[in-house]
């Protein structure tokens, strides 16, 4: 049974950093691109970044470059997003998504992720 399970949410001050991690399970990481995405209060979930199965390739939404890195472990079937420089608008939550070969995507709980003062 594939599942993500995202974890390192919390609060944390603007210009604050955190690390998010997603854990796979069910299927063998090192074959797919994983994607992270957030969806904040009443707003459209959004694609953040995704890095590619080697994670030799990494994309990011233009509103954290510079400021996120995402990265992979296969070794741990593990993808982290490291989060620095937060902002407030940054507030979301944050959820892990791998799309199957046959077009299914699988999506975790999510974990919040607060900016606040």
């Known amino acids: 049974q594939v599942q993500l399970v995202e974890s390192g949410g919390g609060l944390v001050q603007p210009g604050g950093s955190l690390r998010l991690s997603c854990a796979a399970s069910?299927?063998?990481?090192?074959?797919?691109?994983i994607g992270w995405f957030r969806q904040a209060p009443g707003k459209e979930r959004e694609g953040v970044s995704c890095?590619?199965?080697?994670?030799?390739?990494?994309n990011y939404a233009d509103s954290v470059k510079g400021r996120f890195t995402i990265s992979r472990d296969n070794a741990k079937n593990t993808v982290y997003l490291q989060m620095n420089s937060l902002k407030v608008e940054d507030t979301a939550v944050y959820y892990c998504?791998?799309?199957?070969?046959?077009?299914?995507?699988?999506w975790g709980q999510g974990t919040q992720v607060t900016v606040s003062s």
């Open positions: 069910g299927f063998t990481l090192d074959y797919y691109a």
């Open positions: 890095i590619s199965s080697s994670g030799g390739s990494t």
């Open positions: 998504n791998v799309r199957s070969r046959l077009g299914r995507d699988y």
